[in-house]
């Protein structure tokens, strides 16, 4: 599998993770769309990627109906990655 090893020169250009597929900029473009007021980008960038994802994921996934097509996309990757018990169960 020639993908599988990236060049060194690619270094912080891989990202991987289920973080930085919820902190992809369409996502938080449409989060800030959907946000209280009280969300600043300032608040929003100053939290950890992990907290960044958790608050994209409820907000555009658990508390938001119907999803986006950008949501859709993020739900196609998880499930060709055979995640649907872990996207069913959150």
């Known amino acids: 599998f020639a993908y599988a090893f990236l060049p060194p020169s690619h270094g912080a250009l891989c990202l991987w993770g289920i973080d930085e597929l919820l902190t992809y900029h369409y996502l938080v473009a449409e989060y800030f769309m959907t ?53 069913m169960a959150r």
């Open 35 to 87: 946000a209280s007021s009280e969300v600043s980008p300032e608040k929003f960038y100053a939290q950890s990627k992990q907290k960044q994802g958790d608050a994209i994921w409820k907000a555009l996934f658990l508390d938001r109906s119907p999803v986006s097509e950008a949501c859709r996309g993020v739900i196609t990757t998880l499930l060709a990655l055979g995640l649907e018990k872990e996207v």
